[in-house]
Each structure stands twice: as C-alpha cells, then as structure tokens.
T-cell receptor, first 108, second 114 residues
Framework: DAKTTQPPSMDCAEGRAANLPCNHS???????VYWYRQIHSQGPQYIIH???NNETNEMASLIITEDRKSSTLILPHATLRDTAVYYC?????????FGKGITLSVRP | DAGVIQSPRHEVTEMGQEVTLRCKPI?????LFWYRQTMMRGLELLIY????????DSGMPEDRFSAKMPNASFSTLKIQPSEPRDSAVYFC????????????FGPGTRLLVL
C-alpha cells in the first residue's frame, strides 16, 4: 500500500472553501484514494473515494491528478463542524494504510 | 441500521489481566477490520476478516493479541496478558466487499492498562 504524506495542519475561514492536499506518489494502479475525517476521538468517518476520475458527493469533491500521485479534498463551504483530522489512506484488496493526517481548523 | 457497535466503550484494567473487546459489524457486511490508534503510531490495521476468515493478521503486534470471528455478526479482540503499552483506542470497522468499498468505523473502545 502506498504511503501518504500531508502537511500537519491548515486553517481556513468559515464559509470559505478548504482545499486539503495529500501526496501518494507510490500509489499503484489498482489502489483507490480515500478520504476520512476524525472529529475528536470518534471513529473515522468516510467522506469520499476515487480511483482515477474526480468525484463529488454531498460532502466534498475529490480531485486526483492525472498521474495519480496526489489528490486534493475540497470542502466547498467550510463550517466550524468541519474542524477535524483528515486522512487520505490508499488501498487495494480491502486494506487501508492511514498516515498521520492533516488537522483542519475552521475559524469563525 | 445501528452502525458498527463496539463494547465496552471504556475499559480500565491492571497489567497482566485479560481484556476482551467486542464488535458487531453492520449486517450484510462481509469484511471486518480491527484497528488500534495511539498518539505515537497513529491508526494501525491489526487484522481483518472476510466472511469470518482471517485474511491478514500481519499488524497484530505479538502473540498476546488474538482475534476471532465465530459468526458474521460478532468478533472479539483479546489481549492476554495486557501491558501498559497496549493502552490505546481500538476501532472496529466493516465493509460490504473489498476493493473500492467504504469502511464504516465503530465508536471505538478506549483501553487503559495500569
């Protein structure tokens, strides 16, 4: 499974878009990119995933570069409740490898 | 659906005691995962099952740890004997199938070994 790296933290203003980066330069062709978030000590919550194409759902958008070595999670209108640690594990055959994640702080 | 259910939510025990953590996956899910989360090591996959059969236990730290899945609706993670370094939050997750499927996490069991 690919190792993922992210900046340790970032912040954004409430109501603005939050763009969270992830590097997965060693990803293999059959590995998906997933995004999860963890609020306080709750269990990680699924956000979105993709293989090659960009994806969008009611929570967020996922942009994957053409070479698949990096991706960006976009929260279009961040709220205070989006403050959390965001992870971008990759995986194939069910197994996910989580990195250290990026702490997003949304400020009023 | 109630989601993934874990019990107990909190466990405090003394070094050397046996600890059993329990998990009920979402009905219809074929895969079950056990993770451990600590500040030092982050979120680590310990073991996962497919249709009640252990597929990969390479993340199990040592022989003191064992996991079973006697049926599709129940799994246990046992630590015997427990040590202070086992203190962590243990998460169970389940998914419908393997590749490309979402894993749904339970609320976790916070374990403290004194």
């Amino acid at each position: 499974d690919a190792k993922t790296t992210q900046p340790p933290s970032m912040d954004c203003a409430e109501g603005r878009a939050a763009n969270l980066p992830c590097n997965h330069s060693t990803i293999s062709g059959n590995e998906y990119v997933y995004w999860y978030r963890q609020i306080h000590s709750q269990g990680p919550q699924y956000i979105i995933h993709g293989l090659k194409n960009n994806e969008t759902n009611e929570m967020a958008s996922l942009i994957i570069t053409e070479d698949r070595k990096s991706s960006t999670l976009i929260l279009p209108h961040a709220t205070l409740r989006d403050t959390a640690v965001y992870y971008c594990p990759t995986g194939a055959n069910s197994k996910l490898t989580f990195g250290k994640g990026i702490t997003l702080s949304v400020r009023p | 659906d109630a989601g993934v259910i874990q019990s107990p939510r909190h466990e405090v025990t003394e070094m050397g005691q046996e600890v059993t953590l329990r998990c009920k996956p979402i009905s219809g899910h074929d895969y079950l995962f056990w993770y451990r989360q600590t500040m030092m090591r982050g979120l680590e996959l310990l073991i996962y099952f497919n249709n009640n059969v252990p597929i990969d236990d390479s993340g199990m730290p040592e022989d003191r740890f064992s996991a079973k899945m006697p049926n599709a609706s129940f799994s246990t993670l046992k630590i015997q004997p427990s040590e202070p370094r086992d203190s962590a939050v243990y998460f169970c997750a389940s998914s419908r199938t393997g590749m490309g499927e979402t894993q749904y996490f339970g609320p976790g069991t916070r374990l403290l070994v004194l």
